[in-house]
């Protein structure tokens, strides 16, 4: 369930704002737009160049994460830390390289994590890891320091960092194509997700960026381009209050992309509000899509979904949209080992890396 802080801190900023204290408001969000407490199955399936400018170190430390004693043969990936800077910024990042990669071009994930997260506990959340391990990719996980952003939310909602180079874009593209170039990485096959904040920013990269990114996952996220500032992202949080957020003007504001998507959504979620999953379909809609295919189901001992499924003139599957009813904000089939997971869910982790190998640059 949402936690009784973070409500009253969203009641208070909305107060503020209605009164025209903006400053106040504003300042109430910085300190954090917090995320949805940590909540609480398989499911079935529905169906350029490496140039960069910057620098970057890996760290001497390294993780290892390791299979389930009951998967044989045992192995491990290493989990490294790193640095990366460029003419905008620095982030760190941790990396995950399943033991299976001997220097082959193997697929990139880009994990974009959500508020008061880091990479291990986002690592953790989602398990993409272990999934990685299994499918044989690389796994990137950039950092959102507090000096960016206090709560470290990636800042979706700033027009300085909703643009192609500049801002946070710049900075985590970059180090994308550093990662693919250092490591000979698929070009072809690189891919964005994130929760919250970070699937805000994930649609940021998918719109400003589809040379680069083959498909997008948006977990419980926001459209490209509706907010400009604090106040606006609370307004297109709440459901569309914000001067962008109402309706469908999410598209009408001039952004849309041909990046294959995949869309999940708690459809009790209170933090961002579920209609903003309609927003973002929206904005990866096109005229060559051809009718949608509905299939309902539900997890055993836990939620019930909808997904959506819509295809290309060649009868691909280009976007996905899962509601997930009964839940909230959270990822949904997460690891509770994680923050702000719903282990009752369909699994997301599963979903979209299914969803993300079905397609690939041209």
């Not at 529905?46 to 390791?66: A, L, S, Y």
């Not at 910024?89 to 008061?116: E, N, W």
């Not at 690592?123 to 507090?146: F, H, I, K, S």
Request: proline content about 6%; aromatic content about 8%; some cysteine.
């Amino acid at each position: 369930m949402i936690d009784a802080t973070m409500t009253k801190r969203m009641e208070e900023a909305t107060r503020l704002t209605r009164a025209g204290r903006l400053h106040e408001a504003m300042a109430l969000l910085q300190g954090g737009v917090p995320e949805a407490r940590r909540e609480g199955a398989p499911n079935r399936a529905c169906r350029g160049g490496n140039t960069f400018d910057g620098t970057w170190q890996v760290n001497d430390k390294e993780d290892t994460v390791t299979k389930p004693a009951s998967q044989a043969p045992p192995s491990a990936g290493a989990f490294k830390a790193g640095s990366f800077s460029n003419r905008v910024g620095t982030r760190d990042y941790k990396l995950y390289i399943p033991s299976g990669y001997h220097g082959q071009a193997l697929p990139l994930v880009v994990m974009l994590h959500g508020c008061t997260q880091n990479p291990d506990d986002f690592a953790a959340g989602t398990d993409m890891n272990r999934l990685a391990e299994e499918q044989l990719c690389c796994v990137l996980y950039p950092a959102q320091p507090t000096t960016a952003n206090n709560s470290k939310c990636w800042n979706w909602f700033k027009a300085e960092d909703q643009q192609r180079e500049g801002g946070e874009p710049e900075i985590l593209t970059g180090m994308t194509r550093m990662i693919i170039d250092t490591y000979g990485l698929d070009t072809t096959r690189v891919y964005v997700a994130g929760l919250s904040a970070g699937a805000a920013m994930a649609t940021t990269l998918a719109m400003t960026y589809p040379d680069l990114f083959a498909a997008v996952g948006v977990h419980s996220g926001l459209p490209h381009g509706v907010a400009k500032s604090l106040p606006d992202a609370l307004g297109a949080m709440q459901g569309g209050t914000g001067p962008l957020g109402g309706g469908n003007k999410a598209k009408g504001a001039g952004w849309a992309s041909d990046v294959p998507a995949i869309i999940f959504h708690g459809d009790r979620d209170t933090t961002v509000h579920p209609s903003n999953a309609d927003r973002v379909a929206a904005q990866y809609t096109t005229s060559r899509q051809t009718g949608a295919t509905v299939e309902k189901g539900k997890v055993a001992n836990g939620h019930g979904y909808t997904c959506t499924t819509y295809h290309n003139a060649k009868s691909e599957p280009h976007l996905e949209q899962w509601r997930v009813h009964g839940a909230g904000h959270a990822w949904s089939g997460g690891n509770t080992k994680g923050s702000y997971t719903d282990p009752k869910g369909p699994d997301a982790t599963k979903e979209m890396l299914r969803f993300f190998f079905q397609h690939r640059q041209a």
